[in-house]
């Protein structure tokens, strides 16, 4: 029941940006965008959210639509370490449950 | 320094025993959480406990209860267990909002249980 959808795979060179997309067209108000990945046998992490304004971190850059029906994640400059499963996720910002989809498995080509 | 660190690692074991899985988190947050990944890769939020107390608990077989005797460790006991409880379970911790934290979860390294 994850309220997003996103492309099930994607490659990207090593050292390009890598725009991983999500559509979340029944987002609500109060709902933030949350992204987190999965690296192969370890626990998932946090990357970043955002909720109507563009976000960047040390990790990523996060841009959401202006009818924040869809969002990107960037990886600036993607390294083989990049490599995971990402999620896309949407929730209220007090609410502790997250709801993984499918994701989209990232693969960094050298 | 581990953040959030989970034993055992591996847990491999008979149809019909119990078995526990022990999770301890150091950053000091006030929720705790237990996650299933499947064969299949999803991954579904199992229990949710909040200084010591349950809050979500997502329709899972009374075989499974989780124990938190502080708020630093959130265990979860597994009674006469199946083929199907098979997968990765995760544990994961994160700071009320309230607070002023952004409510990010941080995820312990997971236990591959394999049930013969």
């Known amino acids: 029941d994850a309220k997003t959808t996103q492309p099930p795979s994607m490659d990207c060179a090593e050292g390009r940006a890598a725009n991983l997309p999500c559509n979340h067209s029944t987002i609500s108000g109060n709902e933030y965008v949350y992204w987190y990945r999965q690296i192969h046998s370890q626990g998932p992490q946090y990357i970043i959210h955002g909720l109507k304004n563009n976000e960047t971190n040390e990790m990523a850059s996060l841009i959401i639509t202006e009818d924040r029906k869809s969002s990107t994640l960037i990886l600036p400059h993607a390294t083989l370490r990049d490599t995971a499963v990402y999620y896309c996720?949407?929730?209220?910002?007090?609410?502790?449950?997250?709801?993984f989809g499918t994701g989209t498995r990232l693969t960094i080509i050298p | 320094d581990t953040a959030v660190s989970q034993t055992p690692k591996y847990l491999v074991t008979q149809m019909g025993n119990d078995k526990s899985i022990k999770c301890e988190q150091n950053l000091g947050h006030d929720t705790m959480y237990w996650y299933k990944q499947d064969s299949k890769k999803f991954l579904k939020i199992m229990f949710s406990y909040n200084n010591k107390e349950l809050i979500i608990n997502e329709t899972v077989p009374n075989r499974f209860s989780p124990k938190s005797p502080d708020k630093a460790h959130l265990n979860l006991h597994i009674n006469s267990l199946e083929l199907g409880d098979s997968a990765v379970y995760f544990c994961?911790?994160?700071?009320?909002?309230?607070?002023?934290?952004?409510?990010?979860?941080?995820f312990g390294p997971g236990t591959r249980l394999t049930v013969l």
């Open positions: 994961a911790s994160s700071q009320d909002v309230t607070s002023g934290a952004w409510g990010e979860q941080f």
């Open positions: 996720i949407v929730k209220d910002f007090g609410n502790e449950k997250l709801t």
